[in-house]
């Protein structure tokens, strides 16, 4: 097996939508999300392990749990 | 998680609008839920009260959260939207605006104090079982009055979208997040 090809569930924020409560970081449980400038909230790729608990709490229901392939991953945070 | 003394502000919150029910000069107290998440934003340019202290948005996730008091369904479009979230916080500083305005009057002793408590914008329910005279002046009561009025309509539209919606919607469209995230919008841009 292509160890890029892995499948991985991780969070997403539609962040124009977002009203930054910051109720999403309150129930991570890795601390993998934080609220940048007061303005939205922001995903950090590397400790979300896509378990959905903000995407549950968002007032706004703006958070999506999606699949990506760790290979995208990496790219993007480059 | 580990819990922070910040996470039980909620106690605050609650007590605040039970306070109000004794003695309505305690109103006052609440003009730190103005000045607090204002001067967080502007100094720092964040949401800190939100973020962390703000009791009424933990007071609206427990009830709604561990009391199971949500349906917790998702809020409408429109309710998001950045015309009716800012449409909200306009006619929430109109509303404010007013009720100073007749606060002034009674400063000016051109009105007598009204011992009512005025439910959104609307209804007003007496309320002088929690007034006991002042040592001031009596438009120092109508501020209280005015005040607590603004808080409890406030209380009320969160408790409602509460059930409807997710336990914290009322952040979605709360006049407080919405003025202090545009004040972190206009002061991170410019730097
Ligand atoms: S999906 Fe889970 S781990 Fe990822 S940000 Fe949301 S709460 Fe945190
Ligand atoms: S809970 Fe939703 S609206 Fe609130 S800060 Fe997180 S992503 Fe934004
Ligand atoms: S949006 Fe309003 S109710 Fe929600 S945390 Fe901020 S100030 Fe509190």
């Not at chain 2, 919405?178 to 991170?188: A, D, G």
Request: glycine share 8%; net charge positive; hydrophobic share 45%.
């Amino acid at each position: 097996m292509d160890k890029t090809k892995r499948k991985k569930r991780k969070a997403f924020v539609e962040q124009d939508m977002c009203v930054s409560c910051g109720s999403c970081v309150k129930v991570c449980p890795l601390g993998a999300i934080q609220i940048v400038k007061g303005i939205m909230a922001q995903v950090d790729m590397n400790k979300c392990v896509g378990c959905g608990k903000c995407a549950k709490e968002c007032p706004a229901s703006i958070i999506s749990i999606e699949e990506v392939e760790e290979e995208y991953n990496e790219k993007k945070l480059v | 998680m580990k819990k922070n003394w910040y996470d039980y502000l909620w106690i605050v919150s609650l007590t605040y609008l039970i306070l109000g029910f004794f003695n309505i000069l305690f109103a006052w107290l609440g003009l730190l839920c103005f000045f607090i998440p204002l001067l967080i934003s502007i100094i720092k340019g964040n949401k800190g009260y939100c973020n962390r202290y703000c009791g009424r948005g933990q007071l609206f996730g427990l009830l709604g959260g561990r009391f199971g008091l949500s349906r917790k369904k998702d809020i409408p479009h429109w309710m998001k939207s950045k015309w009716f979230r800012y449409g909200f916080l306009i006619f929430f500083f109109i509303m404010f605006f007013q009720m100073l305005w007749n606060t002034y009057f009674v400063f000016a002793g051109a009105d007598n104090l009204k011992q009512t408590v005025t439910l959104l914008w609307t209804f007003k329910l007496p309320w002088n079982w929690a007034y006991h005279g002042t040592f001031f002046h009596p438009g120092v009561a109508q501020f209280a009055f005015g005040f607590y009025s603004v808080m409890m309509t406030s209380t009320v539209l969160g408790f409602f979208t509460m059930v409807l919606f997710k336990p914290r919607s009322w952040c979605v469209y709360c006049p407080m997040g919405t003025m202090t995230q545009l004040i972190c919008k206009v002061r991170n841009r410019k730097e």
